[in-house]
C-alpha cells in the first residue's frame, strides 16, 4: 500500500518568506508526528496528533512554527518569517492506533533558506 | 534529562566484516527502543524494536540487537555486513507516557569499503 507521503520534496525559499509543508500518512493511521533533522544533527520532534486529542506541541522550536491536521488526516506544518536556521529536512511520520506502533516514516522536505 | 547517545558518529567496516552499533541511553520511564535506517535521500525505516521480553531481538536485513538494562544500552550488530548496508543509523527511545513520540540519537554513517 502507499506510505507516507511529504511534498514537496525540496523547497528554496528566502529569509522572510513563510512556507507550508504537507505530509498525507497512511490511510487508517491515526497518529502522525513532525521531526526536524538538521545537518549533522539527529531528529528533532516537533509536534505529534493523535485522533481528536489536542496536539503535543511540546517540540515547537518558536511561535513561528504551527502544524494542524484537517479531518484526522492530511496535515501541514507552517513555518512563518523563515529564518536560515529553519533549513533542515522536515520528516513526517505516522502509526496506527495502539501504544508504540512501530512509526513509519515519509522520505522528508528538504527546506533551504536563503 | 532523556538522552539517546550514539558514540560513533562515522564507522568504517570492509564488506564481509561483523559489525556493532553503539547505543545508550538515558530515560526515567520503563524504555521501548528502535533501531531505524535512513538511506540517502530517504525516510528512515524500521530496522527492529525492543519492548520487553527476550533481550535479543531480531530485525529485517539480518540485524540484531541486544538491550542490557544494566548498562543501558541497546546495541546494533550484523555478523557480516554488505555494500547495500551502507547508510545512517539511528537509535530511539520511547514510552507508553510519553504519547509515542520518540527521542533520537545523532546517528552513526556506516561506509562499506568493498
Known amino acids: 500500500g502507499a506510505g507516507v507521503s511529504q511534498s514537496p520534496s525540496n523547497k528554496v525559499t528566502e529569509k522572510g518568506k513563510d512556507v507550508e509543508l504537507r505530509c498525507d500518512p497512511i490511510?487508517?493511521?491515526?497518529?502522525l508526528y513532525w521531526y526536524r533533522q538538521s545537518l549533522g544533527q539527529g531528529l528533532e520532534f516537533l509536534i505529534y496528533?493523535?485522533?481528536?486529542?489536542?496536539?503535543?506541541k511540546s517540540g515547537l522550536p518558536s511561535d513561528r512554527f504551527s502544524a494542524e491536521r484537517t479531518g484526522g488526516s492530511v496535515s501541514t506544518l507552517t513555518i512563518q518569517r523563515t529564518q536560515q536556521e529553519d533549513s533542515a529536512v522536515y520528516l513526517c511520520?505516522?502509526?496506527?492506533?495502539?501504544?508504540?506502533?512501530?512509526?513509519?516514516f515519509g522520505d522528508g522536505t528538504r527546506l533551504s533558506i536563503l | 534529562a532523556q538522552s539517546v547517545t550514539q558514540p560513533d558518529i562515522h564507522i568504517t567496516v570492509s564488506e564481509g566484516a561483523s559489525l556493532e552499533l553503539r547505543c545508550n541511553y538515558s530515560?526515567?520511564?520503563?524504555?521501548?527502543l528502535f533501531w531505524y535506517v535512513q538511506s540517502p535521500g530517504q525516510g528512515l525505516q524500521l530496522l527492529l524494536k525492543?519492548?520487553?521480553?527476550?533481550?535479543l531481538v531480531q530485525g529485517i536485513k539480518g540485524f540484531e540487537a541486544e538491550f542490557k538494562r544494566s548498562q543501558s544500552s541497546f546495541n546494533l550488530r550484523k555478523p557480516s555486513v554488505h555494500w547495500s548496508d551502507a547508510a545512517e543509523y539511528f537509535c530511539?527511545?520511547?514510552?507508553?507516557?510519553?504519547?509515542?513520540?520518540?527521542?533520537f540519537g545523532q546517528g552513526t554513517t556506516l561506509q562499506v569499503k568493498p
Open positions: 511520520a505516522s502509526s496506527s492506533p495502539g501504544d508504540l506502533q512501530p512509526q513509519h
Open positions: 490511510s487508517g493511521h491515526t497518529a
Open positions: 496528533f493523535q485522533g481528536n486529542s489536542a496536539p503535543d
Open positions: 530515560y526515567g520511564a520503563t524504555p521501548y
Open positions: 525492543y519492548f520487553s521480553g527476550d533481550t
Open positions: 530511539a527511545v520511547g514510552a507508553v507516557s510519553n504519547t509515542g513520540k520518540l527521542i
